[in-house]
């Protein structure tokens, strides 16, 4: 059983048949259809050469068919993930050289490693304190910063540039070179992606395909941008006339390749491959998620952190990059009627068939063409609207929206995703250092207690119920000493306080401590102190501490029974 769990793949082999096989072959050729661009595309993203996009896609694929637990994720090169390893290499190394693609080799195995140890760890819940603010905002301005990097190749010129303020300065100084030939190819694809996404799927309707054919031909529309203008490309020789080309892309599978052990660029390299790493994690399990739902499937997010480890150790020890869950080619994986992992493991076949014969003719492939697939891919990553909604709500996670988004944009990535998890930590210490405590009174007649400042309720002057909302750790108990304190002073007829706790699913040390000296301090004064609701795991805790020995009053299972018994009235009608 425990090897079943280590390797899903022997969950679902055993009962694989026909009718699975031939959903999984379908959706690998619809999915290898789209993934050949996508992968050209993001490894210029990188600033990689594009057949290391291609490299990524082959043997991730089959190793997360191995590990993997989501049945219809499609790992391989996505976009936020290429704009950070372009971010994490430009400052080491000139793009395009041996040693920025060493380096590129270098992070996605450190992503593996840091991935799947932390798999074997089970620290799969650290992904929870990226708040989903916090990853709106950066995949936004990501998306916005991706797009203006795209820009130069659409114009056939020269810019560069690691935020969005040093692209836009980089790309108004080289206006005055743009190519022309290249602007027509770059913007009639662009024109025509954007077209086929809202426009292409009602005509292809219209003339009587199914709506689900129809989606999916639509999802396909690139490869059509991507045969055109090849095929443009090769007749009229444009590379003559100034429009950058793919280029010579080398012909047969990825190779055996050792990544440097240099210790210095180990180091150099940690968090960037520690934020890749955690980063892609959470857009691959979010992904995995919301499909494995569909289909009331799920996925084990421990087990995924093993899968996606795997995934890049196999990429960066076959010449790739850092990879992960894309969403995009996983939503057409799973609508082609993808069945089980083995769909990844045949279109990784068909990736592999590609670089094998089709690469003299993608080396005529207009760079402009993949640019323009980024764009149009990118578009669907940025949701400012959630600014609103966001500030709306809640003015903390706002803030902290806005400040990933700010950062990303004007500083760097890594500026803003490391800023935009420290806000999000600070914030949750901050919300949970001042827990939200109400004096609470019993609903006339019920069982019931709510706050008296929102209703009306019946209360006794010399018995106190404070109703504390939140977990008692370190951060909070000081708090709770002085809030306790405060109540006891401005009630001077008060003989008993009861903490009600119901939402406390947690008490450390440090809070023991405060509740110890809470009980000092109120029997001295002439309170007694008492519990109700107290949950069971916090109970037995509790019981192994004098805390329940010195208690100057009891321990009651309910509020009501402690308002029976401390107030001596409380019958129901």
């Not at 992503?111 to 304190?129: D, E, H, P, Q, R």
Request: proline share 5%; with cysteine; hydrophobic share 50%.
């Amino acid at each position: 059983m425990k090897l079943r769990r280590c390797i899903p793949l022997l969950q679902w082999a055993p009962g694989y048949n026909k009718a699975q096989a031939t959903g999984d072959l379908v959706a690998a050729v619809i999915v290898t259809v789209m993934l050949i661009p996508q992968s050209l595309a993001y490894a210029l993203l990188a600033g990689l050469p594009a057949h290391v996009g291609l490299y990524a896609s082959i043997l991730p694929l089959m190793l997360y068919a191995l590990f993997g637990t989501s049945r219809t994720l499609s790992v391989g090169p996505v976009a936020v993930v290429s704009l950070m390893t372009a971010a994490a290499l430009a400052p080491l190394a000139q793009a395009g050289t041996a040693e920025y693609l060493a380096g590129a080799v270098l992070l996605a195995v450190m992503s593996g490693l840091m991935l799947t140890v932390m798999g074997i760890l089970k620290l799969g819940f650290l992904a929870n304190f990226l708040s989903h603010p916090v990853i709106s905002g950066f995949i936004s301005a990501s998306g916005l910063v991706i797009a203006a990097s795209q820009l130069k190749h659409l114009l056939g010129v020269e810019a560069n540039g690691q935020n969005l303020l040093q692209i836009c300065h980089s790309l108004l100084g080289s206006i005055h070179q743009i190519n022309l030939p290249t602007l027509a190819i770059g913007t009639g694809a662009l024109l025509f992606l954007l077209w086929s996404r809202s426009c292409l799927k009602p005509l292809l309707g219209g003339l009587g395909l199914a709506p689900g054919f129809a989606d999916l031909l639509t999802k396909t529309a690139p490869i059509l941008a991507v045969l055109v203008t090849t095929l443009l490309a090769w007749l009229f020789n444009l590379q003559e006339q100034g429009v950058r080309l793919v280029g010579h892309v080398p012909s047969g599978l990825p190779t055996f390749t050792m990544p440097q052990l240099n210790a210095g660029l180990w180091s150099q390299l940690a968090v960037s491959a520690l934020l890749i790493s955690v980063v892609g994690f959470v857009e691959s399990v979010s992904v995995g998620q919301t499909l494995a739902a569909k289909r009331r499937q799920r996925i084990d997010p421990d087990q995924e952190l093993i899968g996606l480890g795997a995934a890049n150790l196999g990429s960066g020890l076959s010449g790739g990059m850092p990879v992960t869950g894309g969403f995009s080619r996983s939503v057409v994986n799973f609508d082609a009627g993808a069945q089980t992992p083995a769909a990844g493991a045949y279109a990784a076949v068909g990736i592999a068939l590609a670089t094998l014969f089709l690469t003299p003719a993608i080396a005529w492939l207009p760079q402009a063409t993949l640019a323009a697939t980024i764009i149009v891919a990118v578009l669907t990553l940025i949701d400012l609207p959630a600014l609103l909604r966001t500030c709306r709500y809640a003015r903390s996670d706002f803030g902290a929206m806005l400040a990933t988004i700010l950062l990303t944009l004007l500083h760097s990535v890594e500026a803003g995703i490391i800023a935009g998890v420290g806000l999000s930590i600070g914030l949750f210490l901050y919300r949970t250092s001042r827990p939200h405590c109400a004096v609470v009174g019993r609903v006339p007649g019920t069982e019931h207690f709510r706050n008296v400042l929102r209703h009306e309720v019946e209360l006794c002057p010399k018995v106190t119920f404070l109703r504390v909302d939140e977990s008692l750790y370190f951060a909070n108990a000081r708090f709770l000493e002085e809030t306790v304190m405060d109540l006891v002073t401005r009630e001077p007829e008060l003989t008993d306080l009861v903490l009600v706790c119901p939402a406390v699913n947690l008490v450390d040390a440090s809070a023991l401590e405060s509740l110890e000296a809470i009980n000092e301090r109120l029997r001295d004064a002439g309170v007694r102190l008492h519990f109700s609701e107290i949950k069971g795991p916090v109970m037995d805790r509790l019981k192994r501490t004098e805390l329940l020995d010195h208690l100057g009053g009891q321990v009651f299972l309910s509020t009501f029974s402690a308002w029976q018994a401390l107030t001596g009235h409380g019958k129901l009608p």
